[in-house]
């Protein structure tokens, strides 16, 4: 009795934690809303960080990440979804795919342009991409590192944490210099805020500082 008993509990157990998710979406970015209390990670899809810039055909920055979150609250913000479990990542988010009024979000985010396929993880909505790409729609439309791009060059302190403020001091054996860009060194420069190192708005705040200008 108690083997049947223990095979039972093993058959009920992954049924529970696959369960159906539904509750009222609240938008965090372009691929990631909570649902009620749970945050979850949309399937397949991957959008611009928050902090994102994309350029025009003219080169002027756009906010991009926060332009793809804001048509994301427009479309599906405060309205119920119905998401179905798929995984969990590694940041302990359940990643699912949502629906609202049977409008599967990632498809239809995708299909807008607000976000990109996110092939690694499935090839779900590849054809949505392509379909927007073609058409010019949404993110599109303009220049941008893909995000996965993006959030690499964050982690190695190669992205200004505002987009302003782009110029690296950095600390070496040669003391404390600071590189702007177009310098033959600023890409390769890495910002280690852990080491003393800093970004800084102008030449004069980095100055003031006590960094002085690379002669590279």
């Given at each position: 009795?108690?083997?049947?008993?223990?095979?039972?509990?093993?058959?009920?157990?992954?049924?529970?934690?696959?369960?159906?998710?539904?509750?009222?979406?609240?938008?965090?970015?372009?691929?990631?809303?909570?649902?009620?209390?749970?945050?979850?990670?949309?399937?397949?899809?991957?959008?611009?960080?928050?902090?994102?810039?994309?350029?025009?055909?003219?080169?002027?920055?756009?906010?991009?990440?926060?332009?793809?979150?804001?048509?994301v609250v427009d479309a599906f913000g405060g309205q119920r979804a119905v998401c179905h479990?798929?995984?969990?990542d590694r940041y302990g988010r359940l990643v699912a795919k949502c629906a609202v009024q049977?409008?599967?979000?990632?498809?239809?985010?995708?299909?807008?342009?607000?976000?990109?396929?996110?092939?690694r993880y499935g090839l779900d909505y590849d054809l949505e991409e392509k379909t927007a790409?073609?058409?010019?729609?949404?993110?599109?439309?303009?220049?941008?590192?893909?995000?996965?791009?993006?959030?690499?060059?964050?982690?190695?302190?190669?992205?200004?944490?505002?987009?302003?403020?782009?110029?690296?001091?950095?600390?070496?054996?040669?003391?404390?210099?600071?590189?702007?860009?177009?310098?033959?060194?600023?890409?390769?420069?890495?910002?280690?805020?852990?080491?003393?190192?800093?970004?800084?708005?102008?030449?004069?705040?980095?100055?003031?500082?006590?960094?002085?200008?690379?002669?590279?």
């Amino acid at each position: 009795m108690l083997r049947l008993c223990s095979v039972l509990v093993l058959l009920v157990l992954p049924a529970m934690a696959w369960a159906d998710l539904r509750g009222v979406i609240r938008v965090i970015d372009a691929d990631t809303v909570d649902v009620g209390e749970t945050r979850v990670r949309l399937h397949a899809i991957d959008a611009p960080e928050q902090d994102q810039l994309c350029q025009t055909d003219q080169g002027a920055d756009f906010a991009c990440g926060v332009w793809a979150t804001e048509r994301v609250v427009d479309a599906f913000g405060g309205q119920r979804a119905v998401c179905h479990q798929l995984d969990i990542d590694r940041y302990g988010r359940l990643v699912a795919k949502c629906a609202v009024q049977g409008v599967d979000m990632g498809q239809h985010i995708v299909r807008e342009g607000w976000a990109f396929a996110y092939r690694r993880y499935g090839l779900d909505y590849d054809l949505e991409e392509k379909t927007a790409y073609v058409a010019g729609r949404g993110l599109h439309a303009f220049q941008l590192q893909s995000p996965t791009q993006f959030r690499q060059a964050q982690v190695k302190g190669r992205v200004p944490p505002h987009p302003s403020c782009t110029i690296k001091g950095n600390i070496s054996d040669k003391g404390r210099v600071f590189h702007v860009p177009g310098q033959k060194f600023y890409q390769r420069t890495e910002i280690q805020e852990a080491s003393g190192e800093r970004w800084f708005c102008s030449e004069a705040e980095a100055m003031r500082a006590g960094w002085r200008p690379s002669s590279h």
